[in-house]
């Protein structure tokens, strides 16, 4: 079995439906939480060479639960805390997710991302991972959340997250922006799914307005302004990638 079937069987048994039906009309966004579960992952050896303690991570917006489980299971040593403010999503996941709560790996918060960063105390995370969550927050709001993520890790932690990062160039990112639409009406005409259709065409709207876009080179210097370092961005599916950065150790 190929590590994407794996994955693909390890979601259809825990989280079934929800994940299928992303899968279907969004690809990029189950391949993205593969992605970041695999980055943690790669921290985890890393780190499995000098020290064999914990790895603590904190999620942002874990949702039905689909990036959380990759995450779980990026490594046995692993204690997550994953934070989502929206009730309906987070229900989901505590029940999709509650044999990993009960045996103490899994805590969860329903706190909104500041919130709950603002409740951790410094240098205290060796990872924030996330995927599809910081697109949905205001500018203003983003910085302030990138400044604590900074805060709470420990240096030599790394921030992974997979997201919509918008190009530069704005007209590629208005094609590929087009395509995807294109590809919903497809998809949710078949299934006839309008409602679906009409929810993600709005959501559509909101995460691409002036003040929620998350731009490539925007996003890059303002996590350079809250000090992360090394920040690479991998995998990019069009108006999607995978960002990685790390809070240096001190010098
Ligand atoms: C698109 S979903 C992504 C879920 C999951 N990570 C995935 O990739 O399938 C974004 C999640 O972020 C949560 N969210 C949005 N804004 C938030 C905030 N300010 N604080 C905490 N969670 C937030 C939403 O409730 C939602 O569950």
Redesign the pocket.
């Known amino acids: 079995m190929s590590t994407h079937q794996n994955f693909d069987a390890m979601f259809s048994g825990v989280i079934g439906q929800d994940y299928q039906l ?1 899968k279907l009309i969004c690809p990029f ?1 189950t391949e ?2 593969r992605l970041v579960g695999e980055t943690v992952a790669a921290f985890c050896r890393r780190k499995d060479d000098t020290v064999h303690d914990t790895v603590h991570v904190l999620e ?5 639960g ?2 959380t489980l990759s995450i779980l299971a990026a490594n046995q040593n692993l204690q997550l805390l994953s ?4 009730p309906a ?1 987070q229900s989901q996941a505590r029940q999709n997710l509650q044999t990993w709560a009960e045996s103490g790996k899994l805590r969860f918060s329903g706190d ?2 500041l919130t709950a960063l603002r409740a951790q105390p410094g240098g205290s995370f060796d990872v924030l991972a996330s ?3 910081l697109h ?2 205001q500018a203003d709001y983003r910085r302030l959340v990138l400044n604590e993520i900074y805060r709470i890790l420990k240096p030599g932690g790394w921030f992974i997250n997979g997201d919509r990062y918008a190009l530069d160039d704005v007209t590629a990112h208005t094609r590929n922006t087009q395509l995807e639409v294109a590809g919903y009406f497809k998809v949710l005409t078949d299934l006839n799914r309008l409602d679906l259709l009409e929810h993600w065409i709005i959501h559509l709207f909101n995460d691409e307005s002036e003040n929620h876009i998350m731009r490539e080179t925007t996003a890059i210097r303002q996590m350079t302004e809250s000090g992360f370092r090394q920040i690479d961005i991998k995998h990019r599916m069009d108006v999607n990638a995978l960002l990685v950065a790390v809070k240096p150790l001190p010098q």
């Open positions: 992303l966004a993205m939480s942002l917006g874990g949702g039905t689909i990036t934070v989502d403010n929206e999503m909104d991302a995927a599809y969550t949905n927050f």
